[in-house]
């Protein structure tokens, strides 16, 4: 929000010698957020004056174009008192008209610098401006003319253009909607000073009557009060005055014709917004209900708009020709012919104004008003400015009708301590000065003993809570003022268990690697569809979120993959398609909740029955642990060639997350979206499946954008933090010499390789150091259906060297009990 400096002065009597600078600091201590401080005549240096037209004299050129050569009373500014020639190309002024000459020396924004040159034939000794050289406007057609009072030639245009004024650019934060209005920023100015506050909405107004324009109001809800007013006679030719587009401009929005700019000037300096109507497009009473199926709206933009049931829309007997408090409708829109201006203002209710606005993508002024919430009892008074201020610049009368539909929603009221304030904040606030600070921003608030009972100002509809007041008592005593205390640190208590055991598989992952990711937590249908999820998989079922930040994922993710593969996507778009990529976070499965969640105060820890209550009405919410690599996993240089990651890769990173928490990963053959069948492994840790891996179907490659036979894995963190070993011991090493035996085996296509080897692993007993599978093999010398698995089989005992004999019973036991178990038979 910007804030012109005198503006502010004119609703609060700030002290006389008061710094910008100190009055932005104080309003930043108030809350109103300071996002810098301009002047309007940044830029512009130099001889900048009044000028008065003597002659022009139009010289047509031979490319077609016309200029003026002129002669131009600047007074005494030049030095010489004589009048100063200067070419103008434009032609919109003439002889006796005031106009703003800057002379040789001064320098325009953009370091244009100005100079006496010959040009057309002439010395040009300076130049007669245009909004847009002086950076204070976009009009480049003409120069501007100034009104006749505006100054003796020669005298300086700073103060005429409004160049000298200081503007405060604040961030208002949502709940701050007031700080959205010159109104709201003067208050909290007269707040912070101790000043005397003028309020522009303390008007007197005529009374509703019959007379006035016929409105309905079948949606009280969505719009408690709504208030109708009409002028006639109305000049669509009168121009802005100066002053208010001046005002306009240097709060950062664009004088557009005089009726447009009344209500934007009337919404800058009371907050309120207002919607004009062309009064002689509409046919019959205005009507506000919710939008049906099906109904579409051409808006002010251009755009054409299918409306939800949830829109708030106006409507007269043609049709919708409003979406209500965001924008108005193309068919009743004011332009150069509209003689009479039918001037609503409403009080629409925020959430579906905030709601409606996301839906449609709107952004405005007015919505963004609306949507944070406006105080509802100025909404007659605001109508009545504009009417003030349209028949005072532009002619026509105001119609004696006058139309009130509707009341301003009552305030809550709000009990609490009278010493919550100093509990909370640890200032010494005794209660009559919370009590003097409550009142101070406008808060009606009685005392009973040792309770206060506050109503807040209709314009702070953010104060809902006892906690609310007690920040506007801090924020009028003064932030600055709060004790800086350090908090004592409990001693002893370190990492917990699943802290500890998660920078575990962190720094695993991260030595084998792999670079942690985080992605937002969002998905989208279209998400899960570039998957290849089945329509009954339970990674479907998504817990859709009531204020979506995209409207393209409105929901949360069941899966971190969607987030891992968009990240290597763009990796992939950007020339980096080598990646190791994971991320470990929670996803989230809806269930049948008890009911809402409850909400409870601050002032203490719920007990365990309130946390249980809590946890019920929450979905699951488990920890997973995804990655996915891509590309060379070993990079090809002058030492050979390369190596593309697989599916192995990604199996072997989950291996070493299990074998870092000291558990043994069995590794079986799946068939899961989105991994490619037959390429997808099944991960089960003490018989639980934990997670899968491979090689991601071509599909979702292609519908991710990353590179050809991407692996990934996910895996039930939760599940594997369950069965972890806190403490994993080293391993045992032995001088004794190894024993090595090699085994081939032939199975059934269909047994599993993780199944043969973990009977050989058992058999074989405790001399077994390690397992491996080298080969698989079929072909010519195995029978179809059949196939060769071929283990590398390594004994070592810890106190002595094995013999034949040892080594050879180990090894038929393992093969046996492989027989037994899957069938195999030994390959001869």
Not at 143 to 162: N, R, T
Not at 353 to 380: L, Y
Not at 478 to 490: E, F, H, I, K, R
Request: glycine share 12%; proline share 8%.
């Amino acid at each position: 929000m910007k804030t012109p400096v005198s503006w502010i002065r004119d609703y609060v009597d700030l002290p006389a010698g008061l710094g910008t600078e100190e009055l932005a600091a104080k309003l930043t201590m108030l809350g109103l957020k300071l996002e810098g401080i301009e002047r309007a005549a940044d830029g512009i240096t130099g001889p900048l004056v009044v000028g008065r037209v003597l002659t022009k004299q139009p010289e047509p050129q031979k490319n077609g174009k016309t200029i003026n050569w002129c002669t131009v009373d600047v007074g005494d500014a030049n030095g010489t008192g004589e009048p100063q020639g200067i070419v103008c190309g434009a032609d919109n002024f003439e002889p006796g008209d005031l106009v703003v000459v800057v002379l040789p020396g001064g320098v325009l924004p953009g370091d244009f610098a100005i100079s006496a040159r010959k040009t057309y034939g002439h010395v040009s000794a300076g130049m007669i401006c245009s909004s847009r050289e002086l950076g204070i406007g976009e009009d480049h057609d003409g120069i501007i003319v100034l009104p006749a009072d505006a100054g003796e030639p020669g005298a300086s245009a700073f103060g005429v253009l409004g160049l000298d004024e200081e503007v405060i650019e604040f961030e208002i934060n949502p709940d701050r909607a007031y700080g959205l209005s010159l109104r709201g920023v003067a208050r909290d100015a007269a707040l912070g000073f101790a000043a005397a506050y003028h309020d522009p909405a303390d008007r007197s107004v005529p009374a509703a009557n019959d007379a006035g324009y016929p409105v309905i109001v079948d949606d009280p809800d969505g719009c408690p009060l709504f208030v109708a007013r009409q002028v006639t006679g109305f000049d669509p030719a009168a121009p802005t005055p100066e002053w208010m587009a001046r005002r306009i401009r240097l709060a950062g929005m664009r004088p557009i014709s005089l009726a447009v700019d009344v209500t934007n000037y009337v919404m800058l300096e009371l907050g309120r917004p207002i919607h004009g109507y062309d009064a002689d497009k509409l046919t019959g009473p205005l009507r506000i209900r919710r939008a049906r199926t099906g109904e579409r709206l051409t808006t002010l933009d251009g755009t054409e708009r299918e409306l939800s049931p949830e829109d708030l829309v106006v409507t007269d007997d043609s049709g919708i020709i409003g979406l209500g408090g965001v924008m108005g409708g193309e068919t009743t829109e004011m332009s150069e012919t509209t003689t009479s201006v039918l001037v609503e203002a409403a009080h629409w209710d925020a959430v579906s104004m905030f709601r409606t606005g996301r839906r449609h993508k709107i952004t405005s002024e007015a919505g963004k008003r609306n949507e944070r919430g406006v105080d509802p009892e100025i909404t007659e008074a605001a109508a009545d400015r504009v009417v003030e201020l349209l028949t005072t610049y532009g002619g026509g009368q105001a119609g004696p009708g006058v139309t009130v539909v509707g009341r301003p929603p009552e305030q809550p009221t709000i009990t609490l301590a009278a010493d919550l304030a100093a509990r909370v904040t640890g200032m010494e606030i005794p209660p009559d000065r919370a009590v003097a600070a409550l009142r101070a921003v406008g808060c009606e608030v009685t005392v009973d003993g040792d309770r206060l009972t506050a109503v807040p100002p209709a314009w702070r509809p953010d104060l809902t809570d006892p906690f609310d007041l007690v920040e506007e008592v801090a924020r009028v005593e003064g932030y600055d003022n709060v004790p800086s205390v350090l908090p004592p640190a409990p001693p002893g208590r370190g990492l917990t268990r699943s802290q500890a055991l998660r920078r575990r598989i962190g720094r695993t992952l991260a030595g084998a690697g792999y670079v942690e990711v985080v992605s937002f937590p969002f998905v989208g249908v279209p998400d899960l569809d570039a998957l290849g999820l089945p329509e009954d998989d339970e990674r479907r079922r998504v817990l859709r979120l009531a204020n979506p930040l995209s409207a393209e994922e409105p929901a949360m993710t069941t899966t971190l993959l969607p987030g891992l593969l968009k990240a290597v996507g763009r990796n992939a778009g950007r020339g980096h398609g080598d990646v190791a990529l994971f991320e470990t976070a929670t996803v989230t499965l809806p269930r049948e909740a008890a009911g809402p969640a409850p909400i409870f105060g601050v002032d203490r820890r719920p007990d365990e029955g309130e946390l249980a209550d809590l946890d019920k009405a929450l979905p699951e919410q488990p920890l997973h642990l995804a990655l996915v690599v891509a590309g060379e996993r070993e990079p090809a240089g002058w030492w050979g060639p390369g190596r593309a990651a697989g599916w192995s890769d990604a199996i072997g990173a989950v291996r070493d997350v299990a074998q870092a928490l000291g558990l043994e990963l069995i590794v079986r053959s799946g068939n899961r979206a989105p991994w490619h069948p037959g390429r997808c492994a099944e991960l089960l840790v003490g018989g639980v499946v934990v997670g899968h891996a491979g090689e991601l179907h071509p599909k979702v490659c292609r519908a991710f954008g990353v590179p050809a036979r991407t692996a990934a894995a996910e895996v039930h963190l939760d599940r594997l933090l369950e069965h972890a070993v806190d403490v994993v011991p080293g391993p045992v090493f032995s001088s004794f010499p190894l024993a090595k035996e090699d085994v081939a085996l032939v199975v059934d296509d269909g047994v599993p390789a993780a199944d043969v080897e973990a009977a050989l692993r058992e058999g074989a007993g405790e001399l077994l150091e390690s397992i491996r599978l080298f080969d698989v093999y079929t072909g010519e010398q195995v029978a179809p259906g059949r196939k060769s698995l071929a283990f590398a089989l390594r004994f070592r005992a810890p106190d002595r060297t094995l013999t034949d004999e040892e080594t050879a019973a180990a090894r038929e036991a393992a093969v046996a009990l492989a027989a037994e178990r899957t069938g195999a038979v030994q390959r001869s």
